[in-house]
């Protein structure tokens, strides 16, 4: 088995463990095998919502498989909105977990994983999917009953699933999550993102007095300050942007926009949204928006998924050939360093280089480049 760790010594831990545990299910007592109509399909999702909207793929290829199934999807606090509204999904429920929260010192042990299995073992699914293939998920799943366990074992506990699909490493998440419905023979392999807006907010945008196809959008924060352009340089931008005839509209948190804001000696073409939206009103904004400019960051993932025009200025931390949001009107500012990719929080390298790299100038190029097609 190959595993996606960096260090030798997890390597090493893991490859004992799957060892014993493959010798304690070699009987094949726990092993079930896959129910030809399954009614109850669990799907966990406890990340966040970039990697949600990237499972919307996999979502809409279980359904066309199971059509008549009820497919539930068990998401943190802070994705419930990222999944909101998705016809192919019947519940969602919500689930007090820490597993992937940033700071790691809240990261939940053995007795929380227990707890969320005594609630999701009250539905007693069929089929139960861990699209990370995380070993916690992994082992929460069987505590919670689930009959027939889809996942990847690529941090260990490959054993204790049913079906394994094929991890192709170096592949987009996208198409790492739809060789799960691929493993299942699922129909539709398209790989189109999905985002739904609220029809109650359809129009908000008028709320804030924005006419449609007059304005630009820019996400002006991101979850990791490693993935953030300086404030700044989105001022700068948006300086530079003045003889366009368009406004732009910032969002992100508000103490994000206002750093911005901050730094504007002019802000008449500036609308400051900074922390008045929901995910939902955000999408309404950006279907509407010329462009949209943002970081490797969620609001990235639903510009795409509403095929927006894009500028996505991506950091070091990640690789974009693995995470950054796909679509036919995204492009991609990309500035590879020898750090790269370091998986960080924060940047541990003087200057930041593979932000601070990124050129307003560069930018403003490319955001002509979009709004002056004829």
């Not at 730094?263 to 073409?269: A, E, M, Q, R």
Request: proline share 5%.
């Amino acid at each position: 088995m190959k595993y996606i760790f960096k260090k030798k010594w997890l390597k090493i831990f893991m490859g004992l463990f799957d060892f014993f545990g493959r010798i304690l299910y070699f009987p094949g007592w726990l092993k079930k095998p896959l129910g030809e109509h399954p009614g109850n399909i669990a799907v966990l999702r406890f990340d966040h919502i970039g990697d949600i909207i990237n499972t919307t793929p996999l979502l809409r290829a279980l359904r066309s498989k199971y059509k008549n199934a009820n497919i539930d999807v068990y998401v943190s606090p802070w994705g419930e909105e990222a999944i909101a509204g998705n016809p192919r999904v019947n519940n969602i429920f919500i689930v007090k977990t820490n597993i992937y929260k940033r700071d790691i010192k809240t990261r939940i042990g053995l007795a929380s994983i227990l707890s969320i299995a005594s609630i999701i073992r009250k539905k007693k699914y069929d089929i139960g999917i861990s699209a990370r293939g995380d070993i916690r998920e992994i082992f929460l799943l069987r505590a919670a009953g689930a009959r027939h366990i889809v996942s990847y074992g690529v941090t260990g506990g490959a054993f204790m699933a049913d079906t394994i699909p094929e991890y192709q490493f170096g592949s987009h998440e996208i198409d790492i999550n739809l060789n799960i419905a691929k493993a299942l023979d699922c129909p539709d392999l398209s790989p189109e993102t999905e985002f739904f807006i609220k029809e109650e907010d359809m129009y908000v945008r008028r709320l804030f007095g924005l006419g449609a196809g007059k304005y630009l959008v820019f996400h002006v924060g991101s979850g990791a300050s490693s993935k953030r352009w300086h404030p700044y340089k989105f001022a700068r931008l948006i300086a530079m942007l003045k003889d366009t005839g368009l406004n732009v509209v910032l969002v992100g948190s508000g103490s994000e926009t206002q750093n911005v804001m901050k730094s504007l000696s002019d802000k008449g073409n500036v609308v400051d949204l900074g922390g008045k939206t929901t995910l939902s009103r955000l999408g309404a904004v950006l279907r509407e928006a010329v462009l949209f400019v943002g970081t490797d960051s969620g609001p990235s993932h639903i510009a795409a998924a509403l095929d927006v025009p894009s500028i996505i200025l991506f950091s070091g931390a990640n690789l974009p050939s693995r995470w950054a949001p796909r679509g036919r009107n995204v492009k991609v500012i990309y500035k590879n360093t020898s750090c790269s990719p370091c998986c960080s929080f924060d940047c541990r390298v003087k200057g930041h280089p593979c932000m601070e790299n990124i050129t307003e100038s560069e930018i403003y190029r490319q955001i002509r480049s979009i709004i002056d097609r004829p």
